[in-house]
C-alpha cells in the first residue's frame, strides 16, 4: 500500500544569535588598567621633576659628589636705619643780575662760568652823563651853602641890634626863618649829591655773591635800562648748596625726635644710577606742612659741595642715615633664602653638612642685614651656591682666595662665554664679613 507523499520539508533560515551583554567583569579591568597607566605616567613625572629641582648626584643627604659652596662667617657691627629717597639739587641764592640806571653796556667783565666773589665787577655802563649830572649837583650845594653862610652873617648882626633895640623884632624873626629855609635848602642839595654818586656808583655792576656765572644774556654795546626783563646774567651759588627731597609722612615723627634732640643727621647724595656717591652733608630742616595729595613731608639738606659735583636742578638720590643699631648681629643679604620654612639661611656644620635655620631678619644697610634671632657670632652662613641645596647635602666650603678668583675669571676676555651668572664672596679674615659686596644668584635678596 503506498504510502501518502509528504510534502517538502521547508529549509530553515538560520537566524544570528542574539549579541550577549558586555561582561562587567571586563570593563571593571579595563579601567583599572587605565588608572595604573596614569598613575604611572604621574610617577614618572613626578620623579623627572624631582631630580631637576634636587640637581646632580651628591646634592641630598647621602649623595655623591658634595657641592661646592662659599661661607660667611656672621659678625657683630653697627648696622645703620636709612630712609631713600629722590631729590633735586637746589641753590640757596639765584640772582638775575639787572642795570640800576640806564645807559650804553661799554665794557663786559666777565666770562661765561666763571666763579665770581661778592663784590667783583661784572660790567659798566657809560658814566659820562652821571658825572656831569653829579658835578652839576655838588655846584648847587656851594651856592646854598655860601648862601646858607650870608643869611647865618645877617641874622647874627640882627641879633645884636636886636638887643640894643636898633632893628624891628619882625625883621629878627624873618631873617631866623630865612636861615631856616637855606639849612633846608642845602640838605636837599647834599641829598641830591648823594644820589648822584649812587647814580654813578650803579655804572659799575658788580656780583651780590659768591656764585657761578651763567650764559651773557647782553652784549656789549647794548642800551640797557632797569626795565629790562631778563636782565645782564644769572649767578647761582653753587657751593655751599642743597637738596630737597620728600619722604613718607609716617617718618616724619622719628625725623622730628632726632632732630630736637640735637643730633646731625647724615645725608648721602648718590647719582642717578645710586652707584655713585657724590657728597656728603646733614639734614637741615623739613617743611611746615604735610603735602595732602602724595602723603609726603619735603625736606632740605644742606651740602658744603666743594668739588662742585653737586648742581642745581640735578636730579639724585638721597640716604638719610635716622639711626645706628650698635653691635648688632649682622650677615651678608646674599645669605638670605625665603620658601616654606619663611625666611632662612644655610649654616654650614662642622661635619660639611648644611642645615636650615630659619632667621628673624631686622635692618637692611646696603648688602649687610641685621639678624635679630636665630644665629649666633661665629656661625657660617652659605652665600654662594645654595640655590641646589637642601637640609642634610654634603658640601664643600671654598675659601675666599678661590672665590674671588672665580670672580676674576668670570670678568675677563671670556666672560661672555659664561652661560651663567658669577658669585662671588666669602667669609671676611675677622669674620665681620664687611666691606664686600656680594650677590647671590639670581639677584640680591633683601
Known amino acids: 500500500m503506498d504510502q501518502p507523499l509528504k510534502p517538502p520539508t521547508e529549509a530553515r533560515v538560520a537566524q544570528p544569535a542574539p549579541a550577549k551583554p558586555r561582561s562587567r567583569k571586563g570593563f571593571i579591568?579595563?579601567?583599572?588598567?587605565?588608572?595604573?597607566?596614569?598613575?604611572?605616567?604621574?610617577?614618572?613625572?613626578?620623579?623627572?621633576?624631582?631630580?631637576?629641582?634636587?640637581?646632580?648626584?651628591?646634592?641630598?643627604?647621602?649623595?655623591?659628589?658634595?657641592?661646592?659652596?662659599?661661607?660667611?662667617?656672621?659678625?657683630?657691627?653697627?648696622?645703620?636705619?636709612?630712609?631713600?629717597?629722590?631729590?633735586?639739587?637746589?641753590?640757596?641764592?639765584?640772582?638775575?643780575?639787572?642795570?640800576?640806571?640806564?645807559?650804553?653796556?661799554?665794557?663786559?667783565?666777565?666770562?661765561?662760568?666763571?666763579?665770581?666773589?661778592?663784590?667783583?665787577?661784572?660790567?659798566?655802563?657809560?658814566?659820562?652823563?652821571?658825572?656831569?649830572?653829579?658835578?652839576?649837583?655838588?655846584?648847587?650845594?656851594?651856592?646854598?651853602?655860601?648862601?646858607?653862610?650870608?643869611?647865618?652873617?645877617?641874622?647874627?648882626?640882627?641879633?645884636?641890634?636886636?638887643?640894643?633895640?636898633a632893628v624891628p623884632r619882625q625883621q629878627l624873626d624873618t631873617q631866623t626863618a630865612l636861615v631856616a629855609q637855606d639849612e633846608g635848602t642845602v640838605q636837599a642839595d647834599r641829598a641830591m649829591v648823594k644820589a648822584a654818586e649812587v647814580n654813578l656808583a650803579y655804572t659799575k655792576i658788580i656780583?651780590?655773591?659768591?656764585?657761578?656765572?651763567?650764559?651773557?644774556?647782553?652784549?656789549?654795546?647794548?642800551?640797557?635800562?632797569?626795565?629790562?626783563?631778563?636782565?645782564?646774567?644769572?649767578?647761582?651759588?653753587?657751593?655751599?648748596?642743597?637738596?630737597?627731597?620728600?619722604?613718607?609722612?609716617?617718618?616724619?615723627?622719628?625725623?622730628?625726635?632726632?632732630?630736637?634732640?640735637?643730633?646731625?643727621?647724615?645725608?648721602?647724595?648718590?647719582?642717578?644710577?645710586?652707584?655713585?656717591?657724590?657728597?656728603?652733608?646733614?639734614?637741615?630742616?623739613?617743611?611746615?606742612q604735610i603735602d595732602p595729595t602724595t602723603g609726603t613731608i619735603k625736606l632740605r639738606a644742606n651740602f658744603a659741595n666743594e668739588t662742585k659735583t653737586l648742581f642745581p636742578n640735578q636730579f639724585v638720590n638721597v640716604r638719610l642715615l635716622l639711626d645706628t643699631h650698635k653691635d648688632a648681629v649682622t650677615m651678608s643679604t646674599a645669605a638670605i633664602q625665603r620658601g616654606v620654612p619663611g625666611t632662612f639661611v644655610y649654616l654650614a656644620n662642622s661635619d660639611s653638612t648644611v642645615s636650615v635655620r630659619p632667621v628673624k631678619l631686622g635692618v637692611i644697610d646696603g648688602d649687610r642685614v641685621e639678624v635679630l634671632s636665630g644665629l649666633q657670632v661665629g656661625d657660617h652662613v652659605v652665600i654662594d651656591g645654595a640655590d641646589k641645596l637642601r637640609e642634610g647635602a654634603k658640601v664643600v666650603v671654598r675659601s675666599e682666595g678661590d672665590a674671588a678668583s672665580a670672580a676674576g675669571a668670570a670678568t675677563g676676555p671670556d666672560a661672555a662665554k659664561d652661560t651663567g651668572p658669577t658669585k662671588a664672596g666669602g667669609a671676611a679674615p675677622d669674620g665681620s664679613g664687611s666691606g664686600k659686596k656680594r650677590r647671590s644668584q639670581g639677584g640680591q635678596q633683601q
Open 207 to 288: 656780583s651780590p655773591l659768591d656764585g657761578r656765572v651763567g650764559l651773557r644774556l647782553v652784549d656789549q654795546g647794548n642800551y640797557v635800562t632797569p626795565g629790562d626783563a631778563n636782565g645782564l646774567v644769572v649767578i647761582t651759588q653753587i657751593a655751599p648748596i642743597s637738596v630737597l627731597f620728600t619722604v613718607p609722612e609716617d617718618n616724619l615723627p622719628a625725623i622730628s625726635k632726632r632732630l630736637q634732640a640735637g643730633a646731625t643727621l647724615p645725608v648721602t647724595a648718590l647719582d642717578r644710577s645710586g652707584a655713585t656717591k657724590l657728597a656728603d652733608g646733614s639734614l637741615q630742616t623739613f617743611d611746615s
Open 29 to 165: 579591568l579595563t579601567m583599572v588598567i587605565m588608572l595604573l597607566l596614569i598613575g604611572g605616567v604621574v610617577w614618572w613625572t613626578r620623579q623627572q621633576t624631582g631630580q631637576q629641582q634636587s640637581g646632580p648626584p651628591g646634592g641630598g643627604r647621602g649623595g655623591g659628589a658634595p657641592m661646592s659652596i662659599v661661607a660667611e662667617t656672621v659678625g657683630k657691627g653697627d648696622i645703620g636705619i636709612q630712609l631713600n629717597a629722590l631729590g633735586t639739587v637746589t641753590s640757596l641764592a639765584t640772582v638775575t643780575v639787572r642795570t640800576q640806571i640806564s645807559g650804553y653796556l661799554i665794557k663786559v667783565v666777565f666770562k661765561e662760568g666763571d666763579e665770581v666773589k661778592k663784590g667783583d665787577l661784572l660790567a659798566e655802563i657809560d658814566s659820562r652823563p652821571y658825572e656831569a649830572a653829579l658835578a652839576q649837583q655838588q655846584g648847587q650845594l656851594a651856592r646854598d651853602e655860601a648862601l646858607l653862610k650870608g643869611a647865618q652873617v645877617d641874622l647874627a648882626r640882627y641879633q645884636g641890634l636886636a638887643a640894643q633895640n
